[in-house]
């Protein structure tokens, strides 16, 4: 395969760019100068090599732990549990939430083989029962995927004791927390609902 052919095929598999727009991409790339395109590889070099999930939350960082869990101003006894990191940022944000995230890494979905081992549940779990956790506020994704996977971590946290708690109903279903406006989302926060 040609190098630009390499290109193409390679930003054609990122969200959200199709194959076309990966043309129009690299051709772009092609007509800048070296150094630009230079940075642009050390800035993903770098991303690669530095950025790793926080071993308290899961969250994206070139820190151990993250800013977030480093900062003795937040509420370690309040956990917002989100599918991705990138939700992190978004919940962060757009609302004045101060306690502290868990970062799932994903969502249950059987018919893509993703099940309860492949995301960090055990963390949640030991984090709830050894770091005095008094509230759970379940953040995940407004879709069928998002749900399964709140009624799932709520059966798993009964019996323990903490305060479960939901995103409250009225964002818009089937998508992502990245397509709600952030006064939605503070919004659904502020009245998030009992569920546990
Ligand atoms: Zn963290």
């Known amino acids: 395969m040609s190098a630009i052919d390499e290109l193409i095929t ?4 990122l969200p959200g760019i199709g194959r076309k ?17 230079g940075r642009l590889a050390s800035a993903l070099v770098a991303v690669a090599e530095r950025v790793r999930p ?3 939350c899961g969250n994206l960082t070139e820190d151990q ?7 003795p101003r937040r509420d ?5 549990v989100v599918e991705d990191a990138s939700a992190v940022a ?3 944000r757009a609302t004045d939430f101060k306690g502290r995230y868990h970062v799932l890494g994903g969502r ?32 995940t994704n407004p879709s069928m995927e998002g749900e399964v996977t709140a009624t799932y971590i709520q059966q798993l946290l009964a019996g323990q004791p903490v305060r479960v708690t939901r995103l409250a109903r009225g964002l818009p279903m089937g998508g992502d927390l990245e397509y ?14 009992d569920v546990g």
């Open 10 to 13: 390679e930003l054609a598999r």
């Open 21 to 37: 727009t990966a043309q129009r991409l690299t051709f772009h790339l092609l007509q800048q100068p070296p150094e630009t395109v």
């Open 54 to 56: 926080c071993r308290e």
């Open 65 to 71: 732990p993250c800013a977030i869990c480093a900062d």
């Open 76 to 80: 370690a006894t309040v956990l917002c």
């Open 90 to 92: 978004l919940v962060d």
């Open 108 to 139: 249950l979905s059987p018919l893509d083989g993703v099940g309860p081992e492949s995301l960090r549940l055990d963390r949640l779990v030991n984090r709830v029962r050894d770091s005095g956790v008094r509230e759970v506020i379940l953040a």
């Open 180 to 193: 709600v406006d952030g006064v939605t989302l503070a919004h659904a926060l502020v009245a998030r609902q």
